[in-house]
């Protein structure tokens, strides 16, 4: 309740203050994790985590254990460089250099909602609705204008009956009373008007 009580324009202002210091106070940590070539950073602007997933819905890792193998070696990571070749037990890199591997996991992040949705139902259908998630912070990726709010989710879209529901537990479980009542109101011809700036 507290993440839904600030609005997002204020969200930067706390969040770079909050990161400086976890960078601060684990900053062995993120030397081991650069030292063992993993590529990380807090958000062009500093903002950390939060406001890259409601900006980009990309470029975050969330640490569930794996940070600290990869710190210690254990898991080996190769950024930055194309694969030339995979082999039975190693990838082969374009800078000539082979990685031994017993697992071979791609990371190479999201698909924009807008792609699938192409994908899913039409092109056609996905230029009409726009891009989805992104509050038009007007950093790479999240184009403004300005939005207030993350575009074109848990709310009509200017496809008829069409809606979008997505984001980690906290957004989706909180979101889902809010997207249950508009399809209701709707269904029973209460009009529903919808915030728009333009």
């Known amino acids: 309740m507290i993440f839904a009580s600030v609005p997002f324009k204020m969200m930067p ?8 210091e976890i960078a601060k106070r684990d900053s062995d940590f993120y030397e081991r994790l650069a030292a063992a070539g993993f590529h990380f950073d807090f958000g062009e602007d ?16 969330i640490d569930v254990g794996a940070s600290e193998l990869i710190a210690e070696g254990e898991i080996k990571v190769k950024s930055g460089v194309a694969i030339r070749e ?4 190693s990838v082969l890199f374009a800078d000539g ?20 949705l192409a994908k899913i139902i039409s ?8 891009i989805c998630w992104g509050i038009g912070s007007g950093v790479p990726n999240d184009p403004g204008p300005w939005e207030g709010e993350l575009r074109n989710m848990w709310k009509p879209t200017r ?3 069409l809606w979008f529901h997505g984001g980690n537990l ?19 011809g ?9």
Not at 13 to 20: F, N, S, W
Not at 86 to 89: Q, Y
């Open 86 to 89: 995979i082999k039975e037990h």
């Open 159 to 161: 496809q008829k009956d």
């Open 123 to 130: 092109r056609e259908v996905a230029d009409k609705v726009g």
């Open 46 to 61: 500093g903002t950390g985590l939060m406001m890259k997933a409601l900006r980009t819905a990309s470029g975050y890792y």
């Open 190 to 198: 209460i009009p529903t008007p919808v915030y728009s700036d333009s």
């Open 170 to 188: 906290h957004l989706s479980r909180f979101n889902s009373l809010f997207v249950s009542l508009q399809i209701k109101a709707r269904m029973e």
């Open 97 to 116: 250099k082979e990685l031994l591997a017993d697992l071979i996991v791609f990371a190479i992040g999201f698909e924009s909602m807008n792609e699938w």
């Open 13 to 20: 202002a706390q969040q770079i203050p909050l990161y400086e």
